[in-house]
C-alpha cells in the first residue's frame, strides 16, 4: 500500500510530489500514473487538441466555487444541484440555467411554444394580464378540451380560470354574484336545487 508521505518525480514538469498528486493507475508498478495531475490534465488537452477534437478552456476558479458553461459565469457551490455521479458532486449548470432550460422545455412540451412565442403574446396583449389588467402575465393559459392556447395569465386569473372548471355560465354567475346580483336556489327536493330565471 502506498504512503501519502513518499514523494515521486513527475517527468513532465521535473517536480517531487507527494503521490496524492498522482492519479492511480494499477498496472503500473506503483501503482500511479507517470505524470501528475495537472500534467496529465495538460497532456490529455493537447492529445485530443491533436486529433482535430474540440476541448473547452479551462476556466480558473476560487475555492468553493464552479464555473458555469451555460451562463459563463462563476458561482458558489450553494447556487448548483447535487449529482453524486459527477466527479465534483455538483451538476453541469447552475441552479437558475438549469431552472430555465426546464422552463423552456415544459413551454415546448406542454403547449408547442418557444419562450420568444411566449414573451410576442404577452406583448401583443399590452404586457398585463387579459382578465384583471393589473398582474403581470406568467401563466399560459389553454382550453383543456382542444389543448388550443389562449393567451398568457396572472397567477390568480388563470386559478381561477380553473377553479371554474372553464365553464362559461359559472364565471357569468360569479360575476352576478360580485356585482351584487343577489340571487339564491330554491330547494326544490333534497340535494336538488332550481337556480332562478
Not at 496529465?40 to 464555473?67: F, N
Not at 453541469?92 to 440555467?97: D, G, I, L, V, Y
Not at 431552472?99 to 408547442?112: S, T
Not at 357569468?172 to 337556480?195: F, I, M
Request: proline share 6%; net charge positive.
Amino acid at each position: 500500500m502506498l504512503e501519502l508521505s513518499e514523494t515521486k518525480r513527475c517527468p513532465r514538469c521535473g517536480e517531487a510530489k507527494p503521490w496524492a498528486a498522482f492519479a492511480k493507475n494499477r498496472s503500473t508498478r506503483d501503482g500511479l500514473q507517470a505524470y501528475c495531475r495537472p500534467c496529465g490534465a495538460e497532456y490529455h488537452q493537447q492529445r485530443q487538441l491533436a486529433r482535430g477534437k474540440k476541448v473547452r478552456p479551462r476556466v480558473p476558479v476560487p475555492a468553493g466555487h464552479k464555473y458555469c458553461r451555460q451562463c459563463g459565469m462563476i458561482k458558489p457551490h450553494g447556487e448548483w444541484d447535487r449529482n453524486r455521479s459527477a466527479s465534483d458532486g455538483l451538476s453541469t449548470a447552475c441552479k437558475e440555467c438549469r431552472r430555465a432550460k426546464a422552463r423552456a422545455a415544459h413551454l415546448k412540451r406542454q403547449y408547442g411554444l418557444t419562450e420568444a412565442e411566449r414573451e410576442e403574446l404577452i406583448r401583443e396583449q399590452g404586457g398585463v394580464c387579459v382578465i384583471c389588467l393589473s398582474a403581470r402575465p406568467e401563466h399560459v393559459d389553454h382550453c383543456h378540451g382542444t389543448g388550443r392556447v389562449r393567451g398568457v395569465l396572472c397567477f390568480s386569473c388563470n386559478a381561477a380560470l380553473g377553479q371554474l372548471k372553464d365553464r362559461p355560465a359559472a364565471m357569468r354567475r360569479a360575476a352576478d354574484y360580485v356585482e351584487g346580483n343577489s340571487w339564491k336556489p330554491t330547494l326544490v327536493a333534497p340535494g336538488v336545487y332550481q337556480l332562478p330565471s
